[in-house]
């Protein structure tokens, strides 16, 4: 029981961290009125989200994957760890940016937190293939929902620094989505049957 209890919270932290359609604890926003409220809102989701993905490689600890869908993952993780801390530094630099801004409609929020329970419960009760094709999905949302979020992000900064570096970690979530959906589309077209309903051409 004392090897079996941590892994079992472990599961439930990554099973969380995989869900990225959850919806993120609403926090008071702070600072400056005058703040863009497209910027901070934008900046806080991303935040989370990328605070949240860089701990993906968790995975490691209690599932087997192939080495690809491995080191994909692992590549998320650190790429994820990087813009959060730039995200931070944006932060302490300038007052104005409120990483707490994050505000969601009482609707969407139900919605996104019945999503992560559903997509909890598949990752933590499957395994090999059929395991590997749901997180494979999970990424897809989780980088493209990043992809956007830091192109908006970006569109509504004013200062041509961050907003190039914004750019930048926009085209890095892209080319991860990229990388996970070829690597999806290549495990679909391996496997002759999985959960997701997804056949073979």
């Given at each position: 029981?004392?090897?079996?209890f941590?892994l079992?919270v472990?599961?439930?932290?990554?099973a969380?961290?995989?869900?990225?359609?959850q919806?993120?604890k609403a926090?008071?926003a702070?600072?400056s009125s005058?703040?863009p409220?497209t910027?901070?809102?934008?900046?806080?989701?991303?935040?989370?989200l990328?605070d949240e993905?860089?701990?993906?490689?968790?995975?490691r600890?209690?599932?087997?994957?192939?080495?690809?869908?491995?080191n994909l993952?692992?590549k998320?993780?650190?790429?994820?760890a990087?813009?959060?801390?730039l995200?931070?530094e944006?932060?302490?630099?300038d007052p104005?940016i409120?990483l707490?801004?994050?505000?969601?409609?009482?609707?969407?929020?139900a919605?996104?937190?019945a999503?992560?329970?559903?997509k909890?419960?598949?990752?933590?009760?499957?395994?090999?293939?059929e395991?590997e094709?749901?997180?494979l999905l999970t990424?897809t949302?989780a980088?493209?929902?990043?992809?956007?979020?830091a192109q908006?992000?970006?569109e509504n900064?004013?200062?041509?620094?961050?907003?190039?570096?914004?750019?930048?970690?926009s085209k890095d979530?892209?080319?991860?989505?990229?990388?996970v959906?070829?690597?999806?589309?290549?495990?679909?077209k391996?496997?002759?049957t999985?959960?997701?309903g997804?056949?073979?051409?």
């Amino acid at each position: 029981m004392k090897i079996i209890f941590p892994l079992l919270v472990v599961m439930l932290s990554v099973a969380g961290v995989l869900t990225g359609c959850q919806s993120p604890k609403a926090r008071p926003a702070s600072g400056s009125s005058a703040a863009p409220p497209t910027r901070n809102n934008c900046y806080s989701l991303l935040h989370q989200l990328l605070d949240e993905e860089k701990d993906v490689s968790m995975l490691r600890f209690i599932k087997r994957e192939h080495s690809d869908v491995r080191n994909l993952i692992k590549k998320i993780a650190a790429n994820s760890a990087t813009g959060s801390k730039l995200l931070e530094e944006f932060s302490r630099n300038d007052p104005s940016i409120n990483l707490d801004d994050i505000r969601l409609p009482p609707g969407e929020a139900a919605t996104r937190d019945a999503i992560g329970s559903t997509k909890q419960k598949e990752l933590l009760g499957e395994s090999g293939d059929e395991f590997e094709l749901t997180l494979l999905l999970t990424q897809t949302e989780a980088l493209s929902y990043a992809w956007h979020l830091a192109q908006v992000a970006g569109e509504n900064e004013s200062q041509p620094d961050r907003a190039r570096a914004l750019a930048g970690v926009s085209k890095d979530m892209q080319n991860l989505y990229q990388e996970v959906f070829g690597l999806l589309l290549s495990k679909t077209k391996s496997s002759p049957t999985n959960s997701i309903g997804i056949q073979p051409d």
